[in-house]
């Protein structure tokens, strides 16, 4: 098993910045990609980007490439997100994730392991 816990949400106004952190540990070798996915009350669970946990390439949603920026830390099994540039169509709450590595990973079914989620608020 996998355990991930997220921190770093917040309050913040349209065009500010905040980081999340999401600290894995367990059985982390079993590891291949890490992921952020974001739930707005009333809609679906959708990907927001993810990493290869080994070589570090990543993928962005369209909605947010070129704001948000995912890195991780490999000794310290922690993995970041760094949002800059926030709109209100922002405001989610954000879930860390971790996948084995089988299946399309734009897809939340996909990951197996998951965070409980923190709240990001961004005010017009």
């Known amino acids: 098993q996998v355990q991930l816990v997220e921190s770093g949400g917040g309050f913040v106004q349209a065009g500010g910045s905040l980081r999340l952190s999401c600290a894995a540990s367990?059985?982390?070798?079993?590891?291949?990609?890490m992921g952020w996915f974001r739930q707005a009350p009333g809609k679906e669970r959708e990907f927001v980007t993810f990493?290869?946990?080994?070589?570090?390439?990543?993928s962005y949603a369209d909605s947010v490439k070129g704001r948000f920026t995912i890195s991780r830390d490999k000794a310290k099994n922690t993995m970041s997100l760094q949002m800059n540039s926030l709109k209100p169509e922002d405001t989610a709450v954000y879930y860390c994730?971790?996948?084995?590595?089988?299946?399309?990973?734009?897809?939340?079914?996909?990951?197996?392991?998951w965070g409980q989620g923190t709240q990001v608020t961004v005010s017009s």
């Open positions: 994730a971790a996948s084995r590595g089988v299946g399309p990973l734009y897809n939340a079914t996909s990951y197996q392991y």
């Open positions: 367990g059985r982390t070798f079993s590891i291949s990609y």
């Open positions: 990493i290869r946990w080994s070589f570090g390439s990543t």
